[in-house]
């Protein structure tokens, strides 16, 4: 009977319109202090199908909570998702208002168009004696849904 009343798994594509919250965990030479890291933005994703694949590209900030110094990094990124592994790109600018560093972060990891769980190395591009935080992260991040349609 169980059969004969399955339904099937959903293969359509969405898109979709997310708030993205998220914690990072900064660890990682050149200093000996971890740091915890508030994410917060908007993004735009498109997904689904067979295998549950898709795309985001969004906007947003990181907030550093145990700084010395209130910084933060305003970031664009963009992420592919393709069954259950999640990779992409971030471009960050840290600033504390006095000084500035610019740092690419490839991410890699697990996840999906809801949640994600990646490691985010960093690579400075500018500034690289201004180290607001340490040259890695993890990062957990949950897309809650504004807006969703079938495509």
Do not use: C, W
Request: hydrophobic fraction near 35%.
């Amino acid at each position: 009977m169980i059969g004969q009343n399955y339904i099937g798994r959903d293969t359509g594509y969405y898109k979709a319109l997310n708030i993205n919250a998220g914690y990072s965990y900064s660890f990682g030479d050149p200093l000996d202090k971890k740091f915890h890291i508030l994410d917060l933005g908007i993004n735009r994703s498109k997904y689904g199908g067979l295998r549950g694949g898709g795309f985001q590209y969004g906007i947003g900030s990181e907030f550093v909570l145990n700084s010395t110094t209130f910084t933060i990094g305003p970031k664009l990124s963009g992420i592919m998702y393709y069954q259950i592994l999640a990779f992409g790109l971030e471009i960050v600018t840290y600033t504390d208002f006095n000084q500035s560093t610019l740092r690419l972060a490839p991410l890699i990891g697990i996840g999906g168009d809801k949640f994600r769980l990646t490691i985010n190395p960093h690579i400075r591009l500018t500034n690289k004696d201004f180290e607001p935080i340490n040259r890695g992260l993890i990062n957990l991040s949950v897309n809650l849904s504004l807006e969703r349609e079938k495509d």
